[in-house]
C-alpha cells in the first residue's frame, strides 16, 4: 500500500495532475463534485491516500473522512437547497464501487425528486429465520471483542 496510486483518478485529482471541482479540502481528506452527478450538488469526499476499501483505512483517516462528512453534509444541503441527502460508500466492487478510492458520496435530495431510499440498493431481500439472525448477530458481534 502506497499513498498514491498513479493509475488512479482519485489520486491524480489529489496531486492536482487532472481537474476537479474542488469544494472543501482538510489535511487528510478532499471534497469535489462528481462528474456525473445523480443531484445538483452531488458531492464525493475521499481519504487524500490511497485506499481502496473503508476498511483499509486506519482509525485517524477515518476519523477525518466521517469528520469531512459530518462537515460537509450540511453545507452542500444549503448551498442547492435541498430537503436531505443520502451519504454513502459503494465499498468493493460487489457494491458497485468502480473508482478504487475510497470516496463517501453526499447525494442531495429534494421532496418528490423521483429517487429512492438507501434501502433501494440491494437485491432480492433474504428470508432469515430467527435462528439465522442469531447466529449472524453473534458472527459479528464475536468478530468485535
Ligand atoms: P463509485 O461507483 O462509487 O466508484 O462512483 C465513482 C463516482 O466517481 C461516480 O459517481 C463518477 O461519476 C465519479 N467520477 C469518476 N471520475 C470522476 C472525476 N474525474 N471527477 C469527479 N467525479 C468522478
Ligand atoms: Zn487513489
Redesign the pocket.
Same mark, same amino acid.
Not at 487532472?18 to 471541482?21: D, G, V
Not at 457494491?95 to 478510492?101: D, I, M, R, W
Given at each position: 500500500m502506497t499513498d498514491s496510486n498513479e493509475d488512479c &483518478?482519485?489520486c #491524480? &485529482?489529489v496531486e492536482g495532475e &487532472? *481537474?476537479? #471541482?474542488t469544494v472543501y479540502e482538510t489535511d487528510g481528506a478532499l471534497a469535489?463534485?462528481? !462528474? /456525473? *452527478?445523480?443531484a445538483p450538488g %452531488?458531492t464525493?469526499v475521499i481519504p487524500t491516500a490511497h485506499h481502496q476499501h473503508l476498511q483499509d483505512l486506519d482509525g485517524h483517516s477515518a476519523h477525518v473522512l466521517y469528520e469531512t462528512l459530518h462537515d460537509l453534509v450540511p453545507v452542500v444541503e444549503d448551498a442547492v437547497d435541498a430537503d436531505g441527502s443520502n451519504v454513502a460508500? /459503494?465499498n468493493g466492487s460487489a !457494491?458497485?464501487?468502480?473508482? *478504487? %478510492?475510497v %470516496?463517501g %458520496?453526499i447525494v442531495p435530495r429534494f421532496e418528490n425528486d423521483g429517487g429512492s431510499p438507501i434501502h433501494a440498493i440491494a437485491g432480492e431481500r433474504p428470508e432469515l429465520s430467527d435462528a439465522e439472525l442469531d447466529d449472524i448477530a453473534d458472527a459479528i458481534a464475536e468478530r468485535t471483542e
Open positions: &483518478i482519485f #491524480r &485529482i &487532472i *481537474p476537479s #471541482r469535489f463534485l462528481d !462528474a /456525473n *452527478p445523480l %452531488h464525493l460508500f /459503494n !457494491a458497485g464501487q468502480e473508482v *478504487p %478510492h %470516496h %458520496h
